[in-house]
């Protein structure tokens, strides 16, 4: 299996920009996940989906932000202006189950300027 | 409320040398346990998980972690660490009725020839 594949690895954009990060998760695999790492606040789960329904999106910071899952094997994550505050590495982690051990992309490096 | 605390923010180590990091975590019952490792510019690689039975539990790359119940205590040992061990590891804890994996703010590991 090729693991939770992202896209891009790299995004570097100017601040009002849209930007859209894409996941692809493990075939089978009906938890996905979109988490967001900076120095400063660490590892945040942003979303949260199961059989591709947003169950908790309460970590998303701002209406700014929107994710969805059209089907089992792809999901983006929007971000609708951007701001040089949302440069972080966002990632996405899909597992078997909903408590099983989550998988965990590459990620996704964003700079906003 | 529920936490993972990492005590351990930096640990410098020889090659050869044995390694433990602490993890404590925080939850009104038995949890799901794991610790991953992250490597620069790198996604999470999961280790080894706990969900039940024998507390010492095996994983890969010859790392180990002891579930204490009565200690709240989930620690990563390996007993000779190699050049390559040297990243960011994290702890991580799902609760028994839970989805969100609550992780550690993370040990980063630097190995000393």
């Known amino acids: 299996d090729a693991g939770v594949i992202q896209s891009p690895r790299h995004e570097v954009t100017e601040m009002g920009q849209e930007v859209t990060l894409r996941c692809k998760p493990i075939?089978?695999?009906?938890?996905l996940f979109w988490y967001r790492q900076t120095m400063m606040r660490g590892l945040e789960l942003l979303i949260y989906?199961?059989?591709?329904?947003?169950?908790?999106d309460s970590g998303m910071p701002e209406d700014r932000f929107s994710a969805k899952m059209p089907n089992a094997s792809f999901s983006t994550l929007k971000i609708q202006p951007s701001e040089p505050r949302d440069s972080a590495v966002y990632f996405c982690?899909?597992?078997?189950?909903?408590?099983?051990?989550?998988?965990f992309g590459p990620g996704t490096r964003l700079t906003v300027l | 409320a529920q936490s993972v605390t990492q005590p351990d923010i930096h640990i410098t180590v020889s090659e050869g040398a044995s390694l433990e990091l602490r993890c404590n975590y925080s939850?009104?019952?038995?949890?799901?346990l794991f610790w991953y490792v992250q490597s620069p510019g790198q996604g999470l690689q999961l280790l080894l998980k706990?969900?039940?039975?024998?507390?010492l539990v095996q994983g890969i790359k010859g790392f180990e972690a002891e579930f204490k119940r009565s200690q709240s205590s989930f620690n990563l040992r390996k007993p000779s660490v190699h050049w390559s061990d040297a990243a960011e590891y994290f702890c991580?804890?799902?609760?028994?009725?839970?989805?969100?994996?609550?992780f550690g703010a993370g040990t980063t590991v630097t190995v000393r020839a």
């Open positions: 982690a899909s597992s078997l189950t909903t408590r099983n051990e989550q998988f």
């Open positions: 075939s089978g695999h009906n938890s």
């Open positions: 989906f199961n059989n591709n329904v947003p169950i908790d």
């Open positions: 939850y009104g019952a038995t949890p799901y």
């Open positions: 706990y969900f039940s039975g024998d507390t």
């Open positions: 991580a804890v799902v609760g028994s009725n839970d989805y969100k994996l609550s």
